[in-house]
Structure formats: structure tokens, C-alpha cells
């Protein structure tokens, strides 16, 4: 599974923050990162934002297996009991594999 992670501003200039793919981590890192996957996924689906010009706000593409089309999902920090939680775990378990990878 390769995930990419955007911050987008209110302007909608692009940061890309991090991409990683699950196939370069031991197995059972790679099994807790796609299961945080499934849970952002889960909570994120349906999910309907206004965006004012000052909004900034997170795009993931979760892409399955290679040459696949990707999931796009948009999500909003600060919207309450939201996905971004999910976000946070995901970008922390690839932040904990990736430091692991390095040393």
C-alpha cells in the first residue's frame, strides 16, 4: 500500500508532508499502518467539508497496490470527533517504521 500525504493551505498552495509504501516495512509495522488506514478510511468516507479561504486541510491518496487508481481523501483538522486523529496515528507509525528502517 503506498500512501501520500499533502498539506494543502487556504490558498491551495502544496506541501508534500510524506509517501511511504507498506511493502518496505517489516510485516507487522505494515499490518498496524494499514489497519490505520482502514480506520481513517472508515471514519473519513461521506465526510462533506466547506472550505472558507483560509481552510487549510490534509489530502491522502491511498493507493492499494501499485498501477491502482487512488483513494483520494480530503481531511480537515479541525473539525470535531473528525478523522484527523487517524491521520496523526498514520503519520506516526510511518515516522516510528521509517526511524526503525534508518537505525
Known sequence: ????????????????????DT???DEATARRLEAAVA????RAMGLRY??????????LQIRERPGDRP???????????GPFGAVREIIR???????TQDG
Open 1 to 20: 500500500m503506498e500512501i501520500v500525504i499533502r498539506g494543502v493551505s487556504g490558498q491551495g498552495a502544496e506541501q508534500l508532508l510524506l509517501r511511504a
Open 23 to 25: 511493502r518496505t516495512f
Open 39 to 42: 480506520n481513517l478510511t472508515k
Open 50 to 59: 466547506t472550505f472558507d479561504e483560509a481552510g487549510s486541510h490534509y489530502q
Open 71 to 81: 483513494l483520494t481523501l480530503t481531511v480537515v483538522p479541525d473539525v470535531p470527533d
Open 93 to 99: 507509525l510511518i515516522a516510528l517504521a521509517s526511524a
